[in-house]
């Protein structure tokens, strides 16, 4: 049987209604008989990550306006 095995980032909510990032790996799961019986999945919050990848991203835009109004002085 062939393994396929989804991953990806995905925004998902708590019990709460609070939102966050997450990382999950879904795998499916077959029995001794190698028919599939069903799937097993791990979701990693990655929130923190995210934030950090948005805030870079602010900065390398910043940084890109600020070298095009230096390049009108050159």
């Known amino acids: 049987h ?6 990806g980032d995905i925004y998902n909510y708590h019990k709460n ?3 966050y990032w997450g990382h999950i790996n879904i795998a ?3 029995g001794w008989d190698g028919r ?10 990655i929130s923190e ?6 805030k870079l ?6 940084l890109a306006r600020t070298n095009q109004d230096l390049d009108q002085f050159v």
């Open 2 to 7: 062939e393994e396929r095995v989804y991953t």
């Open 17 to 19: 209604g609070k939102g």
């Open 49 to 54: 990550k995210q934030g950090m990848l948005e």
């Open 36 to 45: 599939l019986t069903g799937f097993v999945s791990v979701l990693t919050d």
């Open 57 to 62: 991203a602010e900065k390398n835009l910043e």
């Open 28 to 30: 499916p799961v077959h």
